[in-house]
Structure formats: structure tokens, C-alpha cells
């Protein structure tokens, strides 16, 4: 490659000299000589890629360029106006009312629509503490219930045995009655009749005990043989004829119940009286064991009246029905069964 050197010129100041023009030409020689040692290609293509690189670091650079904080100079154009509108400035003065009323209504609806994040964070987790208030108070709410139930069941079996007590000791309450005796007869601080009292409801917590554990024939002898009869009344009874028979037994146990008051009524002494007679009556007769009303009734165990014999009348048990009448007076109806039998002389 040769080197072009016509432009070169001495300096005004600094005159070139013969010498410096010999070292000079001899330097253009080598720098000759060593370019055309290089292939010329390879150089024009070293430059073409310095070009590339330098107009890619151009762009580079020129999309860098901050544009915001270059001055605004010229026309920029309104979204949603032509250029028409631009101009105008009543459509200025209405497109600015519409994007104002846009603006309050936004605030509106940020207000009251929508919450911010931490202002929507705070009310989640107010809400999952109500939540878990109310399912404490669930809870709670439950747990009342099943006591209040408790309760419920527990007061009505007391109330039960409340009345059953209380019927009991106002039925003997005749048997012994609270003498003036009694201050004299204190013993470490209680009377004889509340000591009497307290034996009372402790024999009737024996009896109930029995009950519970299903033991029917050692409860019917221990109310047969209650203090004072205490026990000994249509409530016992009543509660006997409630319980179910069980299928070890051959007898219901308001049957056995009947056949212990029938057994003991001149030992204890105390002999039903009608109402329990009838009970004890009926108890026999719809069991299929008319033979001990046969023999409550020849025992004189049981008070005989009209109602009893009309019983023994519906089963055909007429000379049982006979002698029931006999003894409960009612000569009319014993004269009619001796005209049936013609017996009457």
C-alpha cells in the first residue's frame, strides 16, 4: 500500500532540512514495505467492524438518553382529541370538566369501594378475629347447652324424687307428728323428730338405690317394710306398675310389688286401702294369677269393695265376686247371686 505524502509540508516555524527529509522518506519506505506484508482484506474488514461497533455504541447511547428531563418543546398531542379540538378551546373547557368529573368520581369510588393494602390487611385480620370470637362464643354457647341439658335431666329426676319424697313424708306425716317433748330431747343438737326424719329419707334413698340397680324384689320388701308405712302408698306402686319385666323373672314387677303389700299387710300392720287394693286386684287378674286374689281376699289382706268384686265378676269368677260382696256389705248384689244360683230359700 502506498503512502500518499504530497500534503506533507515543512512547518513555517520549523523548517524541514535535508536530513530530517532522508529519515523521513526512509521510514515511508518501511511502512510501505510492511503493508504490503498484510493482506489488505483482512484490514478493510477490521475497519468495516470498528464502523459496526462504533454505530451500535451509538444507538446504545442515543436510546439512553433521558427524554424527561429535556426541555418540553413542540406540538404534543391529547389522547382521545383531533387536532381540531385541540385547537378549540371550548373542547379544551369540556374535555377538562370531563377528566375533573372523572377525577371525583375516582376519589369516590376509592373511598368507598376500595381500600388501600394495609387498610385491607387491617380488616382481614379483624375479620378472622371476629371469627374466631364467634366460634369461642359457638363454643361456649354448646357447651351451656349440654349442662343446661344435664341440669334439665338431673332437676327432673330429682323433682321427681323431690315429689315422691315429699308425697311419701306427707302421707306419714300423721305417724309422727313434732311433740313439746322433743326440745327436752335434743341430742348433740338434733330433735327426735328430725332424727326420725333423716332415717325416714335415709331408707328411702336405700329403697330408690335398689330400684335404680334393677334389684325390683328387694325394693318392693323394703317399701313393704318401710318406717311407719311410708312407703307403703299409691306412688310406690304407681312406680312399680312403670317398670318393665324383665325376661329372668316370672312375674311383672308390679305384680311382685302387689304380692309383697298383700303378704305383709297384717305384719307390717297396714292394710291397703282401696285405691292400692284395686291396683293390687287389677295387677293379679291381668297377669292370669287370679289364685292370689283368691287368697289376698281369704286372708283378709286387702279392703273389699264393689269395684273389686266387678272385676272378679268379668273374669266369671262369680263365687269370688259372691264372697267379696259378702264382705264389703252389699247383701243386694249377694242376694242376686243366690237367685242366679237358686240358693235362696
Not at 269393695?305 to 267379696?324: H, S
Amino acid at each position: 500500500m502506498d503512502i500518499d505524502l504530497s500534503f506533507v509540508k515543512a512547518n513555517e516555524n520549523v523548517p524541514m532540512t535535508s536530513r530530517d527529509r532522508q529519515s523521513f522518506s526512509q521510514l515511508i519506505n518501511f511502512m510501505n514495505e510492511e503493508s504490503n506484508k498484510v493482506d489488505g482484506t483482512r484490514i478493510a474488514q477490521l475497519l468495516a467492524q470498528a464502523r459496526v461497533d462504533e454505530i451500535e455504541t451509538a444507538k446504545e447511547a442515543f436510546s439512553n438518553i433521558d427524554r424527561s428531563a429535556s426541555s418540553g418543546t413542540g406540538h404534543r398531542r391529547i389522547p382521545g382529541l383531533t387536532f381540531t379540538e385541540e385547537t378549540d378551546l371550548k373542547s379544551l373547557e369540556k374535555y377538562y370538566d370531563f377528566l375533573r368529573d372523572k377525577y371525583s368520581r375516582l376519589q369516590d369510588n376509592a373511598a368507598t369501594k376500595y381500600t388501600m393494602k394495609e387498610k385491607r390487611t387491617e380488616m382481614l385480620q379483624f375479620f378472622e378475629q371476629k371469627l374466631s370470637d364467634l366460634d369461642k362464643d359457638r363454643e361456649q354457647r354448646l357447651a351451656l347447652r349440654k349442662t343446661n341439658i344435664t341440669l334439665s335431666t338431673i332437676k327432673i329426676n330429682s323433682n321427681s324424687s323431690e315429689d315422691f319424697l315429699i308425697n311419701a313424708i306427707y302421707e306419714s306425716s300423721h305417724m309422727f307428728p313434732k311433740s313439746e317433748q322433743d326440745n327436752d330431747d335434743d341430742v348433740e343438737g338434733e330433735t327426735l323428730y328430725y332424727k326420725e326424719a333423716g332415717m325416714l329419707l335415709d331408707h328411702i334413698e336405700i329403697f330408690m338405690n335398689l330400684i335404680v340397680k334393677g334389684n325390683y324384689k328387694e325394693a318392693s320388701y323394703v317399701a313393704a317394710c318401710s318406717p311407719k308405712g311410708v312407703l307403703r302408698n299409691m306412688e310406690t306402686l304407681l312406680k312399680f306398675k312403670a317398670l318393665k319385666q324383665s325376661f329372668n323373672e316370672d312375674i311383672s314387677p308390679w305384680l311382685c310389688h302387689c304380692k309383697v303389700l298383700a303378704e305383709t299387710a297384717r305384719e307390717a300392720p297396714f292394710i291397703p286401702n282401696k285405691i292400692i287394693s284395686l291396683e293390687c286386684a287389677k295387677a293379679a287378674c291381668s297377669k292370669n294369677h287370679i289364685k292370689f286374689l283368691y287368697k289376698w281376699i281369704a286372708e283378709e289382706r286387702l279392703t273389699c269393695f264393689d269395684e273389686m268384686a266387678q272385676l272378679a265378676e268379668r273374669l266369671n269368677a262369680v263365687d269370688l265376686a259372691e264372697f267379696i260382696y259378702r264382705k264389703a256389705n252389699g247383701h243386694y248384689e249377694v242376694a242376686s247371686y243366690l237367685l242366679q244360683a237358686d240358693k235362696l230359700i
